[in-house]
């Protein structure tokens, strides 16, 4: 079973991000960038498939700029095997990486696709959904455990309320939430592995996707400072201001 | 904001200072490139935040105790030192045939510097392992590697460092522990040992303590002391860990700070006598230990960096956060309060703080790379320059961090007032924990006369020498860049009155006056940390000149100019301190010296 892991490079989740002086966006320029963290996650579940024997190879896919091949590294240095990276400089969106992505899964002929639920710079949660649609393949979101069957997959999901474990057939789309696994660190001497590993380059071009975006960004502000909250002595009195308020 | 270290200072001082990438030319770092550096410096960052970070208070509050039979601390440091070994850091610098990834030196001390920014005394155990495995490896025998050495790289035995004992720490010469041969190559230790960091816990298989002590037949003093492997367990032939060896922990010191590193009085040989095995030969053990004292001393010093170095990260962010205040020029009272970075005696301990720490980094790494060129270049000559080199810089980089980034952690708390003399914020414990390292590795006392008494002097001053002609040559190369005049021309002024003040006293000393040429030797090693900082100030501003003259990358710039604002301050401020004492190197001040003891 071959297995498919498309990776982002995103803003480290432990930078503070800020707005650039004009509201175009969020500064970039000298900030650390590391792999999507839902994406880790779903490299390491494919990564423990191989382990378990389940998987045979990890494909780890990005599109992104020339340097998201250290994601793609990273993502190797945890245990996948070969790397494609399309190349794309300017701002991706879900669609047009989702089109990519079922280009690369035509060539590629993975039985199972593992992606983040979302990628923490946009928080779109779209990608995953989106190729799943034009494949036409099953897909199994937000998921918390994923147990492969013979030519099915069960993925218990997190929804509102609980879990909910469904039965998909395959090849399917999986995206991952936070409690799948613990991904585990790129080790040293995997490092050094992951250096010898191939990574393709490709570009749009050469899958025939047109990437041009169908989102303008209008303006970009930093959310409203919060505001100094006040200490109720009892549920009584918290009603009675939430009622002040006009929240109640 | 970065919580440990600025990246961005980091991959300026390893790649635009340093040239790290250039090590890649050596043949046992061929593999490597800045991808694969960069690579393991992530992930020792995450390591380090993930696992390291969050338990450094919980383990300064909850320190460990001993109930009689064995030691118990919070479950985190097991964790993270599981994780830490899981990754891969215990064998980073040894050959891939050890399990490692022949990480460079200078690398690999980047690492290390992460992990005691972000905590110290977890640390602390893998450094100990990582020294003891360093010295085992160039002075045990090919069975005590297998046996010994292997496990420590894996991470399935810990090791210490046992040299000091109650009556002898400054004074090695005077340790009393004895080891009596029993044949088979066995001897049996007794003695007490004090101060052993790391000296019991449960958190590997077992401890390898690495012992000085006397053979019956040893000479008085330093040349009688050989150097002895005594594990926790007896560890047989084929390596498998058996019953408890004759060592005992007598009790838990109860420290300032590094508070989670279990530090022992460890009595050795009770009961029949602790048994051990003789390293290398007999009465050789202290050269063993100094062998490994450049690296290990450099590391306290680059330790020192990082705490100075966490603190000011902490005070920064908290300058720019904290509304406190109006400027003097703000008459109305109803104006919105400023942030304290805005106030100019904020900004005076801001400034004062990143030149120490980048200082201080600067001259560790700066240390750590020599390291790697003394080990890896074919050439005899070359290598006995830099073994030179590194002699008289070791004190410095041991001294000078441990003494000005502790300043740095006091000037954090004073950033934040009231609140950073609570344990409500970090800044108070890195002040603690960095409290010791001006102490251990040989005090700053003791580092002053290793400078001023012996590294300065020997061979006619040849180390002093090649320092100053390395300062010299940095001096040349900053002639002609105006933005760097101002450092330029104090630090040339400064290097000719020291080498001025260090014949002089040389031939005090010569002449016989010892005494008087050796009093003032922690003004001298002060005013040689300065000078040899200034020298570090210099070189980081000649690389941030140039890159601004070929025009930065868009956020880049403000990262220069900041390079060039401390470079002055150090020249304006920093300067002037060290002529401080060089006036009193030149006036042969015996006061101290001469006073009556009934006089104090
Ligand atoms: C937390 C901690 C961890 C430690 N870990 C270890 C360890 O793992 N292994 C180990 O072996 N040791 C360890 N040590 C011991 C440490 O190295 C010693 O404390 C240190 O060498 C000083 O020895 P001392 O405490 O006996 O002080 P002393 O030697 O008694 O010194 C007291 C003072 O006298 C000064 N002094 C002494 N002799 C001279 C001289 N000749 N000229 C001028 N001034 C002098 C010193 O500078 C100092 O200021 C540790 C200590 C501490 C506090």
Redesign the interface.
Known sequence: MKVLVPVKRVVDY?V?VRVKADNSGV?L????M?MNPFDEIAVEEAVRLKEAGTATEVVVVSIGPKQAQ?TI??GL?MGGDRGILVEYDAETEPLAVAKLLKAIAAEENPDLVVLGKQAIDDDCSQTGQMLAQLLGWSQGTFASKVTPGDGTVDVTREIDGGLETIQLKMPAVVTADLRLNEP?????????K??KKEIAMKTPADYGVDMTPRLSTERVEEPPERQAGVMVESVSDLVAALKEKGAL | ???IVN??DLAFQLYEVLDAEALTSYPRFA?H?R??F???I??AE??A?DKFAPHAAKADAEEPRFDGQRVHMIPEIGQALD?YV????MA?HRD?AD???A?PWTIAQACAALFTGANASTTAYPFLTIAAANLLSVHGNRDQRSRYLQPMLEGRFFGTMCLSEPQAGSSLGDIRTRAEPMGAGRYRLKGAKMWISGGDHELSETIVHLVLARLPDAPPGVKGISLFIVPKHHVDDAGQVGARNDVALAGLNHKMGYRGTTNCLLNFGERDGAVGELVGEPHKGLSYMFHMMNEARVGVGLGATMMGYAGYLYSLDYARNRPQGRRPDQKDPASPPVAIIEHADVRRMLMQQKVYVEGALALTLHCARLIDQRDQTEDAEARAALVRLLDILTPIAKAWPSEYCLDANRLAIQVLGGYGYTRDYPVERLYRDNRLNPIHEGTNGIQGLDLLGRKAMIDGGAAFKALMAEIEATLAAAEAVHAVAPLRNALARLARRAALITADLGRLAAGGDVATALANSTPYLDMMGHTVIGWMWLRQALVAAAALDAGP????RA?YEGKLAAARFFAAQEIPRADAQAAILESHDRSALDIDDAGF
Not at chain 2, 86 to 89: I, Q, R, S, V
């Open positions: 432990n503070k500064e320029a000298n900030v650390k590391s250290e590294r990273t240095a585990r660190y790129a080790s040293l001497p995997n490092i050094m992951a250096k | 904001m970065d919580r990246r961005r593999d490139g991808d694969t960069d690579a393991v992530d992930t995450r390591l935040l994780a899981a990754a891969g850091f980073a891939e399990g490692g990834m990480l990358a868009a956020g880049d990262f």
